[in-house]
């Protein structure tokens, strides 16, 4: 089975501390559903339309378990805490 990828970008953030509330909570909650967190920060560099964004990169086992922590009660909770004090895409993509 292949691994996935759960990657995240932050268009915008309007509330740094509904963010913090979210990290506080959301890092846990993925942890605890077999998520390794990757990478998290600002690109060190972009190239061609690449946007200087935040950006999250998890690993999980599959694709099956990337969407169990992300419907999971404790990562919603997270989602709760955050509202809407991030603009931001998340996709989750299977290893080859």
């Known amino acids: 089975m292949a691994k996935a990828y759960w990657v995240a970008t932050y268009r915008s953030v309007s509330d740094p501390d509904a963010l913090a509330?979210?990290?506080k909570l959301s890092g846990?909650?993925?942890v605890a559903a077999g998520g390794r967190i990757l990478v998290r920060?600002?690109?060190s560099h972009v190239y061609e339309v690449g946007l200087q964004q935040?950006?999250?990169v998890i690993e999980f086992d599959s694709v099956d378990h990337a969407r169990a922590a992300h419907d999971s009660a404790a990562y919603q909770e997270a989602l709760k805490a955050l509202g809407n004090g991030a603009e931001?895409?998340?996709r989750i993509v299977e290893g080859v």
């Open 28 to 30: 846990p909650a993925i």
């Open 41 to 43: 920060g600002l690109p």
């Open 21 to 23: 509330a979210y990290a």
């Open 88 to 90: 931001r895409d998340i």
């Open 54 to 56: 935040r950006t999250v």
